[in-house]
């Protein structure tokens, strides 16, 4: 058989989706399966996005698009940063693609060349280390630890900064922990990079809206103006709209680096739906209350899983105020034996006994670069919650 190229080599699939398909796999043997794995929102897309969809598809916007993005639809988003952000981009320096997840690959593909070095403060969303390897870099993992929120310490980044360093990528709320970065918190993160002049900072956003106890969300370009000109800044429409599926994320930066990113949107794709762009107009330009009103739900949610949680022996949960995960501790519960006989030597044995004992799907800290925890989404409905927590309250109980 023909090869399969060397760079897919240490390049993994990612353990959400991993556990997403195991999910599915027992729902189709009639299993009732509860599915907190998925980073996804649960509400369903805004009327008005789908109603501007279907006018442009009447109207027969159905051609290739501009690769990097319609003029309205570069001109909503120039609009969303300085409402949202305080930052004014001009029009060429705002970059459309296939997702935020896109958007990273081609910042990546852009600037990497082999041996280059990207800081990533971990715990992190398992694809920053893979779309990094497969653009030829390598990953360097900061260690956040749960008694600083998760959070890195700016010496830690600092520490990990070398003369191979190209990027340092954040990403508030986190995924997976929901950990949100003060303005004071970017700023000392701010000083470090100022100091480190041949690196680039991508910011990730996209979890921006999803923001509770009245948090205020801030991103590194808007309080370090000293650093606009290495800043990306990253966001989409998939988490705050609920539009994961209509693939449009989107990205304001300095114009040479937006340039080069979109040389490699034109031979990777070719520009984003023209559907999905009409739609994207209409909800970063239309009403906002929705973002607030669903935050809302969610904090209900995560209040309902903090307090259940807390309740459980084995298990401790820090407080996030952000996205819609839970980053859940475990280590009590490690060297314990299932009721059903599995022995718990690590996060990924606890995943996978819950999953097979009582059809409760989460993710494995070791999946986003810290044990031993798991990751719990509550983008789900309230009875999915409740059904859920007595799962995993009872599956502790029976860990002897
Ligand atoms: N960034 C983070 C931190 C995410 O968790 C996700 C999705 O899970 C993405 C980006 C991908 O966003 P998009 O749907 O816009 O590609």
Redesign the pocket.
């Known amino acids: 058989m023909p090869d399969i190229a060397d760079r897919l080599k240490n390049v993994a699939v990612s353990a959400s989706v991993a556990m997403t398909q195991k999910a599915r796999d027992l729902t189709a043997r009639g299993v009732d399966v509860v599915g907190l794995s998925t980073?996804?929102p649960d509400f369903p897309t805004p009327e008005h996005a789908i109603e501007a969809a279907y006018a442009a598809a009447r109207a027969g916007d159905t051609r290739y698009p501009p690769t990097d993005g319609t003029p309205a639809l570069r001109a909503a988003i120039q609009r969303k940063f300085l409402r949202d952000n305080e930052l004014h981009y001009e029009i060429n320096q705002i970059l459309t693609a296939?997702?935020?997840?896109?958007?990273?690959f081609n910042a990546m593909m852009a600037t990497l060349n082999p041996g280059d070095e990207v800081v990533i403060p971990t715990p992190s969303?398992i694809?920053y280390a893979d779309i990094v390897k497969f653009a030829g870099g390598t990953p360097v993992p900061v260690a956040c630890r749960e008694e600083n929120g998760f959070k890195p310490l700016p010496a830690d980044v600092d520490a990990a900064i070398t003369t191979k360093t190209k990027w340092l990528l954040l990403?508030y709320p986190?995924?997976p922990t929901g950990s949100v970065a003060t303005r004071d918190e970017l700023l000392a993160l701010g000083e470090v990079m100022l100091r480190h002049p041949q690196v680039w900072v991508l910011t990730?956003d996209?979890?921006e809206h999803l923001l509770y106890d009245d948090v205020t969300f801030w991103t590194l370009a808007q309080v370090e103006p000293r650093l606009r000109e290495r800043v990306l800044t990253?966001n989409?429409?998939?988490?705050a709209y609920s539009m994961?599926g209509w693939?449009?994320?989107f990205c304001g930066g300095p114009l040479p680096l937006i340039t080069a990113m979109s040389n490699v949107n034109t031979q990777n794709s070719g520009g984003v739906t023209t559907l999905t762009q009409a739609a994207a107009v209409a909800v970063l330009d239309g009403p906002q209350d929705l973002l607030t009103a669903r935050a809302a739900i969610y904090r209900e949610r995560r209040d309902y899983v903090l307090a259940r949680l807390a309740e459980i022996p084995g298990l401790h949960c820090h407080r996030p105020q952000g996205a819609f995960y839970l980053f859940v501790n475990m280590a009590a519960l490690i060297g314990k034996t299932s009721a059903g006989g599995r022995a718990i030597h690590s996060d990924t044995d606890f995943v996978l006994a819950l999953i097979e004992e009582q059809h409760v799907v989460t993710v494995q800290g070791a999946a986003y670069g810290m044990s031993p925890y798991f990751r719990l989404s509550y983008a789900t409905s309230m009875e999915r919650l409740q059904t859920g927590c007595d799962r995993i309250a009872a599956f502790c109980a029976g860990c002897q």
């Open positions: 980073g996804e296939g997702g935020a997840k896109q958007i990273i969303w694809s990403n986190s995924n990730d996209i979890y990253v989409g429409v998939s988490k994961t693939r449009l994320g």
